[in-house]
């Protein structure tokens, strides 16, 4: 900048305040200055010169302001106007309220899909081309070499391969809807400089000056469906802890550690009682811990970047029928929980038919991701959805005996059989390409180890074995199975629960719950999803893969998963918990969630006779803390005697609570602190840090059959010479915690709020990681104060491991009346646009954070009414 200016200065076509300058600066270096003091003279040039830098210094941050300024104002679209494109079938009317929520009303279904194809290109195009980078294992073309270990794994999925040929496979109507959303994001992005798309471009510019995205494709729509699956995927990563806890523990000792699921606790089909866990079956016949741990990075890696695996991924969702409903009409809510992120993972829309006919019968709105066509969870004119993860056992690891004079063969039955092997480059950015080999297994991809043997096997057990060991992974989701838009386009089409039950046929991965309701008075719940049957063993451990002992056995048939229409109960509740009783003949996990949610959830439906809009909204936000209740009494009951006055401040804070986690709490924030140290200070010494407590209602079960034995093993903190008991630790855990939030809060209780602790912060998924501040400034929002917390219904979670910041969330929360469609209400948790200086960045998120919602506009006339812009697309 100051070269540039001083070039200017030296130009003889320079404006005559430029040459003012040279002519004032020679006074700093005229020996005919005429001033008798030399002490003045050089005052007066000193102060010269640094009133000349302090102009210069300042042109330059002005420049660099109004850089910033047109750089980060730069991309923001277009949400009214007119534009001709090529390819349309008519015109397209693209309505945006005043949160950015666009309503699009075109003549086909092409022009539809090509519409939000545009707009989610316009709103979210930075978000959309890192999640394929990551579908595809390609991030290191985007961020460099810290990013090829995280590529060699996603790459050992081959999700992209299986992508292209689920578009082969799709319906013509899916086929359609993906090429003509392909050709609406290109529509918009090609013309366009990296740096129109997104100022994260104009930054990662800076150390990636090769950089430019690549057109939208079909594949990369698809892909992204791939992800979610491995988010939402199942037990893995209890089988893998399971399998590293029985080195260290009993069996006994394991299963203390996963409870069985409490009896009062529901199930969402049938009132029997629920099928429970018994004796882990199988446990791996040999030691495979060093693989398994190699395992666990390698899965690590992948959710760092996915956002998936937490304990708290999870959901809500509910449906009343017209006989408890206020409005004699069913109500249905749902708020999914996933990672935190910024922007959110939702995208609003509405896609409107105009006019509605046999040929463009689409006529309906909710939420959808950015990436892929339609909407995933919503309404339209005649029903309405919602989804919570199944969370059935999808995946298992087979440990497979590698011929240890050939890493490409392993054993099957007793011969040695080639692998499928593949070579992948790695493009890096800034580096040279990195190549990786793929070795694959009847049973899947290796995930053990990306680069070839395993070098680190050790035998634990004394065991005898062979040299070469490998896990290899099988999961539905690697298998042939429908696109998910062709069930997405199924459900945006559904007139009733037949059809809503035919578009679930093709519902495969990830397997989900969910909700049915009708404008017609019908409620309902159909479990979709390629859930394995298995012989010999209940896929609660890695298990040998040189044998066929442990193959699975075919698929549970749709028409035998389950499903209801219209309960007696009048109303259906999921929340992660398990689906059936002990009656259902086939396994569908053992590793449900433990139901404190589902029970909570029960409770208050089933406590009013007539519930109304409101009384939902207040249900999605309770902050009712169940393992509170089963642990404070036991607080209550610790000796603090001799302790300092803030400690037993804090334990009458406890008394007077009234286990609630609202954000204001001085009671919750003493709780879950204490909570939090007590799990560490219980486990901590135990346990694989990969395995320490994150929190949740299995850990409050865990340690509410623990309290009654006093002197379990589990009590005892081995770092130190003496053998620690239940009520030590107790009281160590209180004592702890008041001293780590005296130092986060202060030294009074009484002042201490829950909020303060538990921070929201919405971080951008990829520059707001870059550990430079000044970077992740531009992007990341908050902490903002909520209330909430791990497995509460109002389920603002929080890795107690890790801190009390909060990790996962209700990523958002939708409520809609069937008696009156445009009564119905949503928030999501940030806001539509993806643009860091946009408006509508982060306009929802104190919205969401109090539990307010906004109008779900359905009606033509209410849309126009609350517009605030209107794009017009032509052909």
């Known amino acids: 900048m100051v070269v540039a200016i001083s070039a200017l200065v030296e130009s003889s076509e320079a404006p005559e305040y430029a040459r003012l300058v040279t002519s004032e600066s020679d006074i700093l270096f005229d020996d005919k200055f005429d001033d008798p003091s030399s002490e003045r003279r050089r005052f007066h040039r000193t102060r010269v010169a640094l009133k000349w830098l302090g102009i210069v210094v300042g042109l330059g941050l002005a420049v660099l302001a109004m850089f910033l300024f047109w ?70 073309a985007m961020f460099g070499s810290g990013q090829v270990e995280t590529d060699a794994f996603l790459r050992t999925m081959g999700w992209e391969a299986l992508a292209a040929d689920q578009y082969q496979e799709a319906t013509a109507p899916g086929r359609e809807a993906l090429d003509g959303y392909a050709a609406g994001v290109n529509a918009y992005i090609t013309d366009r400089s990296p740096a129109e798309l997104g100022f994260e471009y104009t930054v990662l510019e800076l150390g990636n000056h090769n950089y430019t995205p690549e057109p939208w494709t079909v594949v990369d729509s698809i892909v992204w469906g791939k992800v979610m699956a491995w988010d939402l995927r199942g037990n893995m ?85 017209p006989q408890r409903s206020a409005t004699g009409a069913p109500i249905l809510a749902n708020d999914p929980h996933l990672g935190i992120r910024m922007p959110s993972i939702w995208h609003q829309v509405s896609l409107h038919c105009a006019p509605k006919t046999a040929d463009c019968s689409l006529d309906v709105t909710g939420f959808s991701f950015a990436g892929m066509p339609g909407v995933i969870i919503g309404h ?230 007539t519930i109304d809009m409101d009384d939902v909204s207040v249900m999605q936000f309770d902050n009712y803390n169940r393992h509170a209740a089963r642990l404070v009494p036991w607080l209550l009951d610790v000796s603090l005697d001799g302790e300092d006055e803030a400690v037993v401040r804090a334990q009458e804070l406890l008394e007077e609570w009234d286990l609630f986690n609202d954000s204001d709490s001085a009671g919750a924030a003493v709780f879950e602190a204490v909570w939090s140290n007590l799990l560490r200070l219980t486990f901590h010494d135990d346990l694989l840090e990969d395995l320490w407590p994150a929190g949740g209602s299995r850990w409050s079960l865990a340690i509410e059959g623990m309290l009654a034995f006093p002197d379990l093993r589990f009590w005892d903190d081995r770092t130190t010479a003496e053998v620690e008991s239940r009520d030590t630790i107790l009281k160590a855990a209180f004592v702890a915690a008041v001293d780590e939030v005296e130092g986060l809060l202060g030294d009074s209780p009484d002042d201490w709020e829950w909020g303060a602790l538990h921070g929201a912060v919405f971080r951008n998924e990829t520059l707001g990681e870059s550990g430079v501040g000044v970077i992740e400034g531009r992007f990341n929002r908050g902490p903002y104060p909520v209330g909430g917390g791990t497995d509460l219904v109002n389920a603002v979670g929080y890795y107690a491991d890790k801190g009390y910041e909060v990790t996962w969330v209700p990523s958002m929360r939708m409520i809609v009346d069937l008696g009156d469609l445009g009564n119905s209400v949503a928030i999501h948790t940030t806001g539509q646009s993806g643009h860091a200086y946009s408006s509508h960045y982060q306009d929802m998120v104190e919205l969401w954070a109090s539990g307010a919602y906004l109008p779900m506009l359905w009606e033509r006339e209410a849309v126009e009414a609350g517009s605030d812009g209107t794009l017009v697309l032509f052909p």
């Open 71 to 140: 750089s980060t104002r730069r991309p923001l679209p277009a949400t009214s106007g007119e534009v001709v494109i090529a390819g349309l079938d008519g015109e397209i009317q693209i309505v945006r309220d005043e949160f950015g929520i666009p309503h699009i009303y075109a003549t086909s279904p092409h022009d539809l899909f090509f519409a939000q194809g545009y707009v989610h290109a316009q709103d979210r195009f930075w978000q959309m081309d890192t999640w394929r980078h990551i579908g595809v294992g390609e991030l290191s």
């Open 237 to 321: 990563d209890n089988e893998i802890a399971r399998a590293l806890l029985l080195d260290d523990f009993t069996a006994a000792e394991v299963s203390l550690l996963y409870p069985a699921y409490p009896e009062d606790h529901p199930v969402i089909v049938g009132n029997a009682e629920p099928r429970v866990s018994g004796p882990m079956l199988n446990p791996p016949p040999v030691n495979a811990l060093q693989t398994i741990r190699n395992t666990l990075d390698n899965i690590a890696r992948a959710d760092t970047v996915t956002g998936g695996g937490g304990v708290g991924i999870g959901s809500n969702s509910w449906v009343i029928g």
């Open 380 to 609: 339209n004119d005649k029903i309405a959805w919602g989804f919570t993860n199944l969370g059935p056992d999808v995946m298992d690891l087979y440990i497979e005996r590698v011929n240890p004079d050939n890493p490409f063969q392993y054993e099957v039955n007793g011969s040695w059989v080639d692998m499928e092997v593949r070579t992948e480059t790695i493009e890096v950015a800034g580096s040279e390409p990195e190549e990786v080999t793929v070795r694959v297994t009847r049973h899947g991809p290796i995930i053990s180890d990306d680069y070839g043997i395993l070098e680190d096997f050790t035998d634990e057990s004394g065991v005898p074995l062979p040299e070469e060991y490998a896990v290899a992974l099988r999961w539905t989701a690697l298998d042939e199975s429908p696109a998910i838009v062709d069930a997405a386009l199924g459900l945006n089409l559904a007139q009733n629960f037949d059809q809503f039950r035919d578009a679930l046929r093709l519902f495969e991965v990830p397997a989900q719950n969910i909700i049915y309701a009708d404008v017609d008075g019908n409620i309902g719940y159909q479990a979709p999803g390629k859930i394995p049957i298995r012989k010999n063993w209940d896929g609660r451990l890695p298990v040998p893969g040189w044998t066929d002992e442990y193959e699975w056995d075919g698929y549970i048939p749709f028409a035998e998963l389950p499903s209801v229409l219209n309960p007696p109960e009048g109303y259906i509740a999921t929340a992660n918990n398990p689906v059936v009783d002990d009656s259902y003949p086939y396994p569908i996990t053992r590793d449900w969630n433990y139901g404190d949610r589902a029970f909570r959830i029960v409770e208050m439906i089933e406590a009013d006779s």
